[in-house]
């Protein structure tokens, strides 16, 4: 399909439309955070994302999203959304794939720390890795490096080196973005072989990758294997906004390389570059749960509004969209 006909395809898709399904959801949950509830944090989120998808006129398909079917009621992977499935079971309008996180850091809204945001990326059909529920490893840096300045075959040394060369400083004048886990040990003490600041987070890898391409964060780079349903969305908002990125799935078991299978990988090793994980034309949104590096979160004011804040972006036009919402409390009990 042309990159003029994909254009067309989200045309008629509204951006501001996946603003509101990702304020829905963030909006739901934010009545959870610091409750200590993970589940009830995040089911909220749920049922807040697929109420508003489903009142849209698109033929949605839901490939990256809260599992497979058997492990998730609703918003699983292949899950039919959209208003025409909801009133007659069958598609209306647009065909669109949809990767979707409603609550991206449910720990973190649980003990109300930063970054937790609600995030949704949709393409033309076709054009998100449907990637199954598993690990990845991914490297990430904003927009303005040569192409090929990262490699994920390559060591964290020789990622941190060519980076710096190409910005015209010493490795130890990086900060690099890790998520804190004990599988990150042997990364983090090569880091801080070479010097480099490490900025690490507790839970958040979406929010980590988009860093990158902020001047603001003073994150240069992003290392380390997180979700893999968060990959591609991340990946989603770099198409929007510029940088480069990579990632490769990573298997614990053997269930796990027989779910890839069945959701079409056929490489096992494949390393992804960033449009093989979102091509074509992209819509992006993210929604603010907790205050973050990325988004302010949402706040009840004693007038009984609420406000939000969500950034969209589109590939097609490189246009980034910063919203800030007030919405009546009433509406949201």
Known sequence: MSSIASSSILDRVLVLEMVRVTENAAIACSKLIGRGDEKAADAAAVEAMRDALNQLDFDGTVVIGEGERDEAPMLFIGEKVGRGHLETGVGTGPRIDIALDPLEGTTITAKAGPNALAVLAIAEEGGLLNAPDTYMDKIAVGPGYPAGVIDLRKSATENVRSVAAAKGVEPHELMVCVLDRPRHEALIAELRGLGCGIMLIPDGDVAGVIATTNPDTGIDLYIGSGGAPEGVLAAAALRCVGGQMQGKLVFRNEDEK???????????????????????DVIFAATGVTDGSLLKGVKRRRDGVITTQSVVMRASSGT???VDGEHRAHRHA
């Open 258 to 280: 027989g779910r890839a299978r069945r959701w079409g990988i056929k490489d096992l090793d494949r390393v992804y570059n960033l449009e093989d994980l979102a091509s074509g």
């Open 320 to 322: 980034i969209r910063w």
